[in-house]
């Protein structure tokens, strides 16, 4: 299985900043093969970005992705007070699929 | 608007197996190139992939379940459904049902682009 290790596990900033999330792979992932969701209290996932750097549909352009091999970044470029909530990358690159253990962005 | 929701039962005896469905509104869940997935997120924790099936009935299962899970689909309810046996407290979780899409491309498993609400189950006696 293929286990993705996010960094950091939490993150404390302040709206209007600069948020960069990582996401490292134990092997390798096709870089179409790497998704990342947002997850805020009592509410199920929403996926931002597919395909390491493709955002879903109705996702604003200040989330970006980026990456490729084993190292994966979300960025968020400048922070919303809506944007604070836990973040998840997935592999689907090989089954079974797995997920990163998240991680929280507070504000700061 | 395609739809996803979970239900069943919120509380399961250890050793007893756990049941949920899900019912897929807004869509038909024979449309080619997508795949029906359950997720689960247990309390404080992070998401474990529990496994995908098709509308034929192909599926793929987590090994770390082992030969716990079995998956079935009723295309005629727009329904998919998820049977855990042998449940220990190590399965409460919150059981998310979701779409996994092709469209999206990469490789199956494929990320998933819609999700139901969620369900709490709580293994307890």
């Known amino acids: 299985e293929i286990v993705l290790t996010q960094s950091p596990g939490t993150l404390s900033l302040s709206p209007g900043e600069r948020a960069t999330l990582s996401c490292r792979a134990s092997q390798s992932v096709s870089s179409s093969s790497l998704a990342w969701y947002q997850q805020k209290p009592g509410q199920a996932p929403r996926l931002l970005i597919y395909g390491a750097s493709s955002r879903a549909t109705g996702i604003p352009d200040r989330f970006s992705g980026s990456g490729s091999g084993t190292d994966f970044t979300l960025t968020i470029s400048r922070l919303e007070p809506e944007d604070f909530a836990v973040y998840h990358c997935q592999q689907y690159h090989r089954s079974p699929g797995s997920f990163g253990q998240g991680t929280k962005l507070e504000i700061k | 608007q395609l739809q996803l929701q979970e239900s069943g039962p919120g509380l399961v005896k250890p050793s007893e197996t756990l049941s949920l469905t899900c019912t897929v509104s807004g869509g038909s869940i024979t449309s080619s190139s997508y795949y029906w997935g359950w997720i689960r997120q247990p309390p404080g924790k992070g998401l474990e992939w529990i496994g995908t099936i098709y509308y034929s009935g192909s599926t793929y299962h987590n090994p770390s379940l082992k030969s716990r899970v079995t998956f079935s689909v009723d295309t005629s309810k727009n329904q998919f459904s998820l049977k855990l046996s042998s449940v220990t407290a190590a399965d409460t979780a919150v059981y998310y049902c979701?779409?996994?899409?092709?469209?999206?491309?990469?490789?199956?498993?494929?990320?998933?682009?819609?999700w139901g609400q969620g369900s709490l189950v709580t293994v307890s006696s």
């Open positions: 979701a779409r996994a899409n092709s469209f999206l491309g990469g490789y199956y498993p494929y990320c998933f682009d819609y």
